[in-house]
């Protein structure tokens, strides 16, 4: 248990749905992540949020929109993906002492698949 | 961007062995940071270390940033040691904030 919770565990979407992934952190920390990890390739980071403002956005499409209305949730609101979006998706919280990538505790991950 | 080479990508030790792995990067980072996924997929920061040696029980890291490299030592290897080991190495610039990954080390453990 790592203080960092992610929902739902497991995600099975068509491409014309829209859902949203949630990340809720317990540590008091100031910076949340979103990364992608899919098979065979390194983990991919995709938003980094300080202070609820969006600090780090990797040149993700913009089916995928980040929110985070408050230091402790993080979303990830999902539309009109491909099969290739199939993968693991992990949050992540850290006290954004050290700075932006300062010690990093992740959630367990949603593993979504996209039909 | 950066490249980030872990080898061996896998590897296979009997309980207490010792092992060695090793993380190049091709540029030099603000930070590099060492990461341990179980096979259940939950991902654990294992060491923060921008240069110099870290110990953490019976894990140790070395990382010489003059030489782009970094090393993680595991000892008397146990059977909950099993999983991948993930390098990142962070890179800020006028640019924006990255942090990239090589494609890990796959390490099983045998009793």
């Known amino acids: 248990e790592t203080g960092v919770t992610q929902t739902p565990r497991h995600l099975v979407m068509g491409m014309t749905n829209k859902k949203s992934l949630k990340c809720e952190q317990h540590l008091g920390h100031n910076a949340m992540y979103w990364y992608k990890q899919s098979a065979k390739k390194p983990l991919e980071l995709m938003f980094v949020y300080s202070l609820e403002e969006r600090v780090e956005n990797n040149s993700v499409p913009s089916r995928f929109s980040p929110e985070c209305p408050n230091s402790s949730h993080l979303f990830l609101h999902l539309h009109t993906l491909q099969p290739e979006d199939s993968a693991l998706y992990l949050c992540?919280?850290?006290?954004?002492?050290?700075?932006?990538?300062?010690?990093?505790?992740f959630g367990p991950g949603t593993r979504l698949t996209v039909l | 961007g950066i490249q980030v080479e872990q080898s061996p990508p896998d590897l296979i030790l009997q309980e207490g062995a010792n092992s060695t792995l090793r993380c190049n990067f091709s540029d030099s980072v603000n930070n590099l940071q060492w990461f341990h996924q179980n096979p259940w997929g939950q991902l654990i920061n294992l060491f923060y270390?921008?240069?110099g040696t870290k110990q953490n029980g019976r894990l140790s890291a070395t990382t010489v940033a003059t030489e782009r490299y970094s090393l993680l030592y595991i000892s008397s290897s146990q059977t909950t040691d099993s999983g991948v080991y993930f390098c990142?190495?962070?890179?800020?610039?006028?640019?924006?904030?990255?942090?990239?990954f090589g494609k890990g080390t796959s390490l099983l453990v045998t009793p």
């Open positions: 270390i921008p240069s």
């Open positions: 992540a919280s850290s006290p954004y002492v050290g700075g932006v990538f300062d010690e990093q505790f």
């Open positions: 990142a190495v962070e890179r800020n610039s006028n640019s924006g904030y990255a942090l990239n």
